[in-house]
T-cell receptor, first 112, second 112 residues
């Protein structure tokens, strides 16, 4: 059973460009979460999604950030007009109903 | 508010010794407490978890204890090995299927 998959693993964007991060949950998992980790810090919750629904987006900045988990295909975290402060590792996790969250390897975003 | 405090931030032990990491949480409604191990450049790996209806759980060299009254939970690693060296994160969660609130992390170094 493959684990949570994220791509790309590394992404470099210039200020003002868009970043698209993809996450494929583990087979059988219907819940997806996105977290951000700044260098030498803990993980901060951004958004929680189920298929076609955003359940909790309380940790996601109101502007420039959006997330989706369509009926078919991976979950996408989209950052528009990136700034240097967006540089971080972005982790996706998935879970079945009522169980632990399993993390992917992350996407390391660098904004130059 | 939702907050998890983790101590110590760094911990150095000799191979074979025990290591203990402690966390406190603020929300008395929290009912699920996972621990993650993160190696450099990788995603967090779920190593053990405990639910609020249990006081202690053990898995080989790893154990977790929970004191609901004091809102404390701890990770115990016995007979430490160099491959246990990593950053360990505790987390708390109070909504079934909801977001995790993470501690700040403990960098464990096991010296051979």
């Amino acid at each position: 059973n493959a684990g949570v998959m994220q791509n790309p693993r590394h992404l470099v964007r210039r200020r003002g460009q868009e970043a698209r991060l993809r996450c494929s949950p583990m087979k059988g998992h219907s819940h997806v979460y996105w977290y951000r980790q700044l260098p030498e810090e803990g993980l901060k919750f951004m958004v929680y999604l189920q298929k076609e629904n955003i359940i909790d987006e309380s940790g996601m900045p109101k502007e420039r950030f959006s997330a989706e988990f369509p009926k078919e295909g991976p979950s996408i975290l989209r950052i528009q007009q990136v700034v240097r402060g967006d540089s971080a590792a972005y982790f996706c996790a998935s879970s079945p109903v009522g169980d632990g969250q399993y993390f992917g390897p992350g996407t390391r975003l660098t904004v130059t | 508010g939702e907050n998890v405090e983790q101590h110590p931030s760094t911990l150095s032990v000799q191979e074979g010794d025990s290591a203990v990491i402690k966390c406190t949480y603020s929300d008395s409604a929290s009912n699920y407490f996972p621990w993650y191990k993160q190696e450099l450049g990788k995603g967090p790996q779920l190593i053990i978890d405990i639910r609020s209806n249990v006081g202690e759980k053990k898995d080989q060299r790893i154990a977790v204890t929970l004191n609901k009254t004091a809102k404390h939970f701890s990770l115990h690693i016995t007979e430490t090995q160099p491959e246990d060296s990593a950053v360990y994160f505790c987390a708390a969660h109070y909504n079934q299927g909801g977001k995790l609130i993470f501690g700040q992390g403990t960098e464990l170094s096991v010296k051979p």
